[in-house]
Structure formats: structure tokens, C-alpha cells
């Protein structure tokens, strides 16, 4: 973590400033810049929370505190009163999250554990083809983009977030799943910030970002109009946000793969994991080579733990989400992308 994302940075449930306390530190070399980054230290929120930064990366998660417990304890010896204090004030909301974020954490963090950085591709997709289709999704130009905040929302292997960071912006990257750390190691900018978080509690202030940007993200959390809202307002004035959804699809294929995920999605992970590998990775990239698309299993695999594992998944309309967007201080927004699953549509903030 670098010390300049701290003034960022804030309580998910207060939004008081943090307190950070630094136990470790490392140099990390991007290119010709070298910087010296928080390799471990801790965030305390002035309600008493408290956040861990672990390998290179703050998580602001509720339940992060528990996960990383280990850590803590070997700098804060009144542990347990943290804790007591943290469960008698913000009970509630710790359980809630730590229901709602569960299998999501584990099938995400299953899938990203396959992408091999520098030498895989996310959704068939280079880093630059990725580069080029932001520019497409949100009808913009390096030019335009040049010094601007950009929040990818569920950055999964964090490709994306490293990529666009070399239209001279400065990117954050928020993951609930441990594929932050992957992202956080394998990223090679030196504007780029990686943040382990839930979207529906962001560490951020409001009207942080010129540009929220969320790509196939929403439509896998409890609800997905309730995090559009969470998000709706990160954005400055006169700022853009982002979203790609999955759409309905009339189609046999589409509702085939939605009646199976019902029943894969119920196995633990591991078990998909070698059940896809061995069913369904061989036919599958045998099916792409046929389509002239090269593929290698981590690839394939990818593909099926992200459509057959996810605990949450639905499916919107872009007339239905053009109101979200009306609705919470927007103007009329822009579709602009309709593909096969789903569409991509953005609107600017008033
Ligand atoms: C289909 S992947 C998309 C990843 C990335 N945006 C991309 O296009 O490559 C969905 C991502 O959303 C993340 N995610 C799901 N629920 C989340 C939440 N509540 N907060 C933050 N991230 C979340 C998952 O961990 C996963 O990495």
C-alpha cells in the first residue's frame, strides 16, 4: 500500500479518517520509479475497528479483522478487548457481511487463483484489448482521461485497474476476494492502488472519483440495485459511472447454464473445481479451437467457475437500470455496448 492512499481513504461505516500504524515496509520498483510501500501495518477507525494491511494490501472488509487475527495479535496485545468492542458495537453488520460475502469470497477467489498474470487473458481479452474497450465503454480518449480518478469495482486479477493506469491516471481497485493480492504482487504502474473491500461498504468518501467503473460485478452480488446505489454517489459532479450487466437471454444454452448453476454452485468449491476440470474443460476448449479461438485450460476453467460457481447472479434489462441511473442524480445515461450476455452503460453525474 503506498502511505498516499491513506488520505483517501476512509471507515466504511463512519467515513472517519484512519489511523495507520506501520510494522512493515518495502521498496517496490515500477519501471525507472522506485517507492517505498506499507508491506504490513493497521488501520483504526476513530469507531475502534480495525483494518489490517497484510502483504501490500489494506483489508476493508468487517470480518477482515477475524481472518487476519493472527497478524493483529502479534502487534496489539488487547486483541480480544478490539474485538469485544468491535462485536458488542457492529455485531450486526459483521455477521451480515460476513453471510453475505462467504461463498462469493470463495468461488472468486478459486477462479482468479488459476489466472497466471503476464501470460493468460481475462475473457479472451489482452491488457490492451482491455485498454481499448474502456475507451469504447465509456466513449472517451487517453487524452480526455489523462489525470483523472478511476474506481474499478470488483477488479478481480486487477489487469484492468494496471492497464488503464497508463493513460496517466490514477486507478483503485477493490476486490472482496483474496485475487487482490495477485493484483496487488504482478502490478507493474506506479498509480495504481489495490484495496481488499466489499462494494456494498466502500472505504471512500462520497464524490471521491471522476470515473466508477464496474464491469460484470453487480449483477454477482445479493442485490444488484442495492450496490449500484452503494456506488451512485463515489462519483464527483460532472463524473461518469460505469456499469456492464448481464441481460435476460430467451435462448436454450443461456437457460440451461442458469437451471445448472442452481445445482453446481451448491458443491464445495473444490469439488467444482475438479468436477468442471475433468467434465467440462476438455469439450470446452475443443469447442473454442473449433471457433478459432485459442484457449488454455486455466482459461477454460476460468470461464466455468465464473458461470457455474457464483452464489448470486442475475440478469437486468437496460431500461430497467436507465432509472437507477435517473433516479439517483444522473442524467439519461448511454448504453454502449449490447453483446450476447449482457450491455454496457454509463451516465454522467449532475
Ligand atoms: C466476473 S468477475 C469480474 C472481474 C473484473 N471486473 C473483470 O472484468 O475482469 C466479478 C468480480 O467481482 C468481485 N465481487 C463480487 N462481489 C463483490 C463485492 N461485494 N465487493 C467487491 N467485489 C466483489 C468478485 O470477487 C470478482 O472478482
Not at 22 to 29: D, G, I, S
Not at 77 to 97: R, T
Not at 159 to 181: A, H, M, R
Not at 257 to 273: D, G
Request: aromatic share 14%; proline share 4%.
Amino acid at each position: 500500500m503506498k502511505e498516499s492512499l491513506l488520505e483517501n481513504l476512509r471507515c466504511p461505516l463512519t467515513m472517519g479518517k484512519f489511523t495507520l500504524e506501520v510494522y512493515e515496509k518495502e521498496q517496490r520498483k515500477y519501471g525507472e520509479t522506485e517507492i517505498s510501500e506499507i508491506k504490513s501495518g493497521l488501520l483504526t477507525s476513530p469507531c475502534g475497528y480495525v483494518f489490517p494491511i497484510v502483504k501490500g494490501v489494506p483489508r476493508i472488509q468487517m470480518e477482515s479483522f477475524i481472518e487476519h487475527q493472527e497478524f493483529i495479535r502479534l502487534y496489539k496485545k488487547d486483541y480480544d478487548l478490539i474485538k469485544e468492542k468491535i462485536y458488542k458495537d457492529w455485531g450486526y453488520v459483521l455477521a451480515q457481511a460476513i453471510k453475505r460475502n462467504k461463498k462469493t469470497k470463495q468461488s472468486f477467489g478459486a477462479e482468479w487463483g488459476l489466472f497466471r498474470h503476464g501470460k493468460d487473458t481475462t475473457w479472451d481479452f489482452t491488457k490492451e484489448s482491455r485498454k481499448k474497450r474502456v475507451l469504447m465503454e465509456l466513449q472517451t480518449t487517453p487524452e480526455e482521461l489523462k489525470g483523472k480518478k478511476l474506481f474499478d469495482v470488483g477488479c478481480g486479477n486487477g489487469v484492468l485497474t494496471s492497464g488503464v493506469s497508463e493513460f496517466g491516471i490514477e486507478t483503485f481497485g477493490l476486490d472482496v476476494s483474496n485475487s487482490i493480492e495477485n493484483a496487488y504482487l504482478y502490478n507493474e504502474n506506479p498509480n495504481v492502488h489495490f484495496i481488499q473491500g466489499d462494494l456494498q461498504l466502500p472505504p471512500f468518501a462520497a464524490e471521491t472519483f471522476d470515473i466508477v467503473y464496474s464491469t460484470g460485478v453487480l449483477i454477482v452480488t445479493n442485490n444488484t440495485e442495492l450496490s449500484f446505489s452503494c456506488l451512485s454517489g463515489l462519483t464527483k459532479k460532472g463524473g461518469i459511472y460505469y456499469v456492464w450487466l448481464y441481460k435476460p437471454e430467451k435462448d436454450f444454452k443461456h437457460n440451461a447454464l442458469n437451471v445448472a448453476r442452481a445445482f453446481t454452485n451448491k458443491f464445495p468449491i473444490k469439488v467444482q473445481y475438479w468436477m468442471f476440470l475433468i467434465l467440462l474443460v476438455p469439450q470446452g476448449l475443443l469447442k473454442m479451437r473449433l471457433r478459432g479461438i485459442k484457449r488454455n485450460w486455466r482459461e477454460q476453467l476460468i470461464t466455468y467457475l465464473d458461470v457455474l460457481s457464483c452464489e448470486f447472479r442475475s440478469e437486468h434489462t437496460p431500461e430497467e437500470t436507465e432509472v437507477w441511473y435517473t433516479k439517483r442524480d444522473y442524467m439519461k445515461p448511454v448504453v454502449t455496448i449490447v453483446e450476447y450476455l449482457g450491455f454496457g452503460i454509463y451516465g454522467k453525474r449532475k
